[in-house]
């Protein structure tokens, strides 16, 4: 599978939008199939906080549908008693209920009365450098570490000016509302496509990938939002060059062959957590072929201003 995913996979020349440069990845995806949860929520798959005993780190997914669903790392939910980000990536089975692992993306909020309440697909995913340090936790201790999850967000309202009753990331995008849209009308996603390598004043930062076109498009804006909100840090100074295709590619097969340790995916299929000399994160496989990958660099890399 890792083979024939390095043979397939190819990227694009990026858009760009000021010190933001996204390489789009293209390639013939999976056979298997599955849906993405922003699509699935409307034909009625449901997330919620676990029934008789609400849990920050945890959320139950209902899944009636007769293919699995796909919870990407990073994406956010928002409702309920406060606003989750996937902490991995999760294909639930097709007709099963399953527990998920999340972090709470809403510091100053547990609202009770709404404990019932379905939770709704956030228009924006969480950024590179919140998912990065999510994804080192969950590789070192099987979980984000929540503490440091609310004061990266904490960290990230203040350098943007964002207030918030709750602290909730939503209010931190509320706030730069307009010019993360300019940057959405200059990173528009290409017919086919299966995912993204982005990066930010020059550096590689992230890259995303998922088996189907489909499931990408349901992706894409959310993950869009979340790089351009780790990317308007770095408006008003100098704007390197985007870093060359093969940097990106660097990343991508990295990501793709290092050896790493595998185990049960939460719902379907084996996790993959790598940590390389070039590249560190996740990747979900299932029936032999790639559902989910997520890389980051590996070391130091490009920080906000």
Same mark, same amino acid.
């Given at each position: 599978m890792i083979e024939t995913a390095i043979a397939?996979?190819? @990227?694009?020349?990026?858009?760009?939008?000021? $010190? @933001?440069?996204?390489? =789009?990845?293209?390639?013939?995806?999976?056979?298997?199939?599955?849906?993405?949860?922003?699509?699935?929520?409307?034909?009625g798959v449901a997330v919620t906080e676990l029934p008789g005993r609400a849990s920050v780190s945890d959320l139950l997914v209902v899944n009636g549908l007769d293919v =699995?669903? &796909?919870? *990407?790392?990073?994406?956010? %939910?928002?409702?309920?008693?406060?606003? !989750?980000?996937?902490?991995?990536?999760?294909? %639930?089975?097709?007709?099963?209920s399953l527990a998920v692992p999340v972090s709470c993306v809403e510091a100053g909020r547990w609202e009770s009365t709404r404990a019932t309440e379905a939770f709704q697909a956030a228009p924006q995913a969480a950024y590179p450098s919140l998912r990065r340090a999510k994804s080192r936790a969950v590789a070192l201790a099987g979980r984000a570490a929540q503490h440091e999850v609310w004061a &990266? %967000?904490?960290?990230?309202?203040? !350098?943007h000016g964002a207030a918030s009753d709750t602290g909730a990331l939503r209010d931190v995008f509320s706030a730069r509302e307009e010019v993360l849209g300019r940057f959405a009308e200059r990173i528009v996603r290409e017919d086919g496509q299966l995912g993204a390598v982005a990066a930010i004043a020059g550096e590689v930062v992230v890259a995303d990938v998922v088996g189907r076109a489909e499931v990408w498009a349901a992706l894409h804006g959310p993950l869009m939002a979340g *790089?351009? @909100?780790?990317?308007?840090?770095?408006?008003?100074?100098?704007?390197?060059?985007? $870093? $060359?295709?093969?940097?990106?590619? !660097?990343? &991508?097969?990295?990501?793709?062959?290092? =050896?790493? %340790?595998?185990?049960p995916g939460v719902g379907l299929g084996e996790e993959v957590r790598y940590a390389c000399a070039t590249a560190q994160g996740g990747r979900l496989?299932?029936?032999?072929? @790639?559902?989910?990958?997520?890389?980051? =660099?590996?070391?130091?890399?490009?920080?906000p201003r």
């Open positions: 397939d996979l190819r @990227l694009g020349a990026p858009a760009v939008a000021g $010190p @933001l440069a996204v390489f =789009p990845v293209h390639g013939d995806g999976a056979a298997l199939e599955f849906r993405a949860f922003a699509e699935a929520a409307a034909l =699995p669903v &796909l919870l *990407y790392e990073g994406e956010e %939910v928002r409702g309920a008693q406060q606003d !989750r980000t996937l902490d991995v990536s999760v294909l %639930v089975p097709a007709g099963a &990266l %967000v904490g960290e990230k309202a203040m !350098r *790089y351009a @909100l780790d990317a308007v840090e770095h408006l008003g100074g100098p704007q390197p060059a985007p $870093p $060359p295709v093969e940097e990106a590619e !660097r990343l &991508l097969r990295a990501a793709l062959t290092a =050896p790493g %340790v595998v185990r496989v299932c029936d032999g072929e @790639l559902v989910a990958l997520t890389a980051f =660099p590996a070391g130091s890399r490009t920080t």
